[in-house]
């Protein structure tokens, strides 16, 4: 008879557990984080956050009076942990809006949980094709962030109108999938700008020596060098070619030469370096007109970030807090937490935002909404970051390395 | 012709940097039978260490090191007698996974404390070379060669001439006999624990200003001692040397000479490493090891 008695306490607690959790579930809003919280790539997962947490706060915490609710998870910068994050967001805590992960390789071991029950899913990075495939036609994934391809299609176009036709281009790249992903698109841009491929080499990812591969390119004489590496791979390439003083006249590297870190680490050897990104710290980019406050001008909002942060905001910071704010307001717009409707209002905006038109088009591979594809093609030049293309925003021209 | 000089001249480089990488770690195997899995832990607070008193304090990673790897040395034999004396006649799988753990716990502290940014020093010999017409030679390349030799000697010297290195050399060749001799076997233990350590944080201490530091460069760096320890011959310091030579060798070579060479370069060295074991499984000098 006891025993029946605690059972049924037992399950009284469980139901009103269950209730009052149902109830704390209608009164918020919950949007599920998975983020590199720790692990290789925690710089990325920081930025995430820092980004998610920034947008949260000056939306105010809340929609009407909903309460905004953020769930970050730490994927640990490893495939099986991010599996098992997406699931339990999806499957246990029944979230319907996810944003994050950012790392290729993670966000590409996090598309089979998403399969599982479809939330809204915003990936703001990994710039593999590979992901760009596989959801392929699928109305509620939105990427906020540059196609490997882009970066390619940028960089050639740019060098191509201040160098000229017929130069020379060696590449190097790394074994993972970064590298290996990449290579045929920096292959078909730099062609198709007139440039000739002379050298594509292998490097390993976190090779203590990259001096053979130096001394063979040097053999080719080639005008550019492209450097298809992570950043940890980028920061010895850098330095090793300015000790090996190759006199190649244009390096050209992928996100990495506006890292703060990657300069940082490479001293004097940064100097000249190209890169292509979606954001560059002291760019101009005026504030939406109607909505200032949530969307201000890339001047002002750099201020308010390191009023917050103590430090320079990162490309992923401000690809994060755009993509999370643009979500806040697609659900606001909605007037409800129902994933289709939050999606057809996040295909409909078209805010002035830190990264450019948020307006979301279909991409030549076949997803359905891609954000941010002005690419900004600038050069290292001492402690400054020199635009060199969109023609519009440049200002400065291409120097070469002596 | 210039091509295979400066192919030697890498390798030679690269050998030395190898050697210094694994000798602690043969040591450490030599006297206390125990494989130190956090001695890319180890390389890695090293690297932090010269980091960071070269970014705060404005002072040399050549400077620091002696201080680093004293530090590193004393942390690590505290940890020895706090934990891994305990599994020191526990099964072998025991002590692999407290290593592995201690490593793991390592490497996150450090990720915690110093983020996973990549960082590195640079030094203004770090970015020049000797050019000798066609030839480079990296002054920091040189210059990390020139330390890990002096570092070794001075191991050779200590492990020969003074009577706590003759005390280590007894207790890695029978650590009953030594306890017969009077020798405090389990003293020995931490001190060549300790040494490992010291060796290793000196190889971090010189990656700083030629690799890139991270809290995740040990795990990559364990690997390529392991392999390089085992190619030599488990606990043989000889042994170890050879085997880095050789390692360094074949992964230069084949970085040069085979298209695609250096993404291939750390597999074709481990199929160097498994011809080697079929051939002489106990390692190019090493010491028969008896199965419990």
């Not at chain 2, 390529?224 to 390692?247: E, N």
Request: net charge neutral; glycine share 10%; aromatic share 10%.
């Amino acid at each position: 008879m006891t025993s029946l008695m605690e059972n049924l306490g037992r399950m009284a607690v469980l139901v009103g557990a269950l209730a009052s959790t149902h109830a704390y579930a209608q009164d918020t809003i919950r949007i599920g984080a998975p983020f590199e919280l720790s692990g290789r790539f925690v710089a990325y997962g920081a930025q995430g956050k820092r980004g998610v947490e920034m947008a949260v706060d000056i939306y105010g915490g809340k929609i009407g009076n909903k309460k905004i609710e953020v769930l970050y998870r730490d994927v640990q910068s490893n495939n099986q942990a991010a599996v098992t994050a997406f699931t339990e967001l999806t499957q246990q805590e029944k979230v319907d809006f996810v944003i994050g992960p950012i790392a290729s390789g993670i966000v590409a071991a996090s598309v089979p949980a998403w399969r599982q029950t479809k939330p809204l899913w915003i990936v703001p990075g990994s710039s593999s094709t590979q992901l760009e495939d596989a959801m392929k036609g699928e109305p509620l994934f939105f990427h906020t962030y540059p196609w490997a391809y882009q970066y390619h299609e940028g960089a050639a176009k740019s060098l191509a109108d201040a160098m000229g036709k017929g130069k020379k281009v060696a590449i190097v790249y790394s074994d993972g999938a970064y590298g290996r992903e990449q290579l045929p698109w920096a292959k078909e841009f730099y062609t198709k700008n007139g440039f000739t491929i002379v050298a594509t080499e292998l490097v390993r990812e976190g090779s203590a020596d990259l001096n053979p591969v130096l001394q063979r390119i040097r053999q080719t004489r080639p005008d550019v060098l492209v450097g298809i590496v992570q950043t940890t791979d980028g920061i010895q390439l850098a330095k090793q070619i300015h000790v090996a003083k190759l006199n190649i006249p244009v390096l050209v590297g992928t996100a990495y030469p506006q890292l703060q870190e990657w300069s940082q680490a490479t001293g004097e050897a940064a100097d000249g370096w190209i890169g292509v990104t979606t954001y560059l710290p002291g760019m101009k980019r005026a504030a939406d007109p109607k909505l200032a406050k949530l969307f201000p001008s890339l001047t002002d909002w750099e201020v308010d970030f390191k009023k917050r942060y103590n430090r320079e905001p990162e490309f992923l910071d401000v690809t994060n807090y755009t993509s999370m704010m643009m979500l806040l307001v697609a659900i606001e717009r909605a007037g409800s937490t129902d994933k289709e409707k939050v999606a057809k209002e996040f295909t409909k905006l078209d805010i002035q935002t830190m990264l450019g038109s948020s307006n979301f088009a279909p991409t030549p591979g076949g997803a359905l909404h891609q954000a941010f594809n002005d690419m900004v093609v600038f050069q290292r030049v001492g402690e400054k970051f020199v635009v060199l293309y969109p023609p519009d925003a440049a200002d400065g021209k291409l120097q070469l390395k002596k | 012709m210039s091509l295979l000089l400066q192919c030697l001249v890498d390798a030679i480089l690269l050998g030395g940097l190898y050697s210094l990488m694994a000798i602690g770690l043969s040591l450490g195997f030599g006297v206390t039978r125990i494989i130190n899995f956090a001695h890319g832990e180890m390389i890695m607070f090293g690297a932090y260490g010269a980091y960071f008193a070269s970014i705060l304090l404005g002072v040399d990673p050549l400077l620091s090191l002696p201080v680093v790897a004293v530090l590193v040395a004393a942390a690590s034999a505290l940890l020895f007698k706090g934990l891994i004396e305990k599994v020191l006649d526990a099964p072998h799988i025991n002590q692999i996974l407290l290593l592995f753990g201690i490593g793991l716990v390592l490497q996150n502290v450090a990720a915690i404390l110093w983020t996973g940014d990549a960082r590195s020093v640079s030094t203004p010999y770090a970015l020049t070379a000797f050019e000798f017409d066609t030839l480079l030679v990296p002054h920091g390349r040189v210059i990390a060669f020139v330390t890990a030799a002096i570092l070794i000697v001075a191991l050779f010297c200590w492990l020969h001439f003074s009577e706590l290195g003759r005390a280590t050399r007894a207790v890695a060749e029978n650590g009953q006999a030594a306890t017969l001799m009077g020798i405090n076997v389990s003293r020995m233990y931490m001190i060549s624990f300790g040494i490992n350590a010291a060796l290793g944080s000196a190889t971090g201490a010189i990656s700083a200003f030629l690799l890139t530091v991270t809290p995740f460069m040990g795990f990559h760096m364990l690997v390529k001692a392991f392999a390089i320890v085992v190619l030599g011959g488990l606990g043989s310091v000889p042994g170890t040397i050879l085997g880095a030579f050789a390692l360094a060798f074949a992964e230069t070579w084949v970085s040069y000479y085979v298209p695609d060479g250096s993404g291939w370069a750390e597999g074709v060295s481990f199929v160097v490493l498994l011809c080697v074991l079929i051939i002489r499984p106990k390692g190019i000098l090493g010491q028969a090891v008896a199965v419990h």
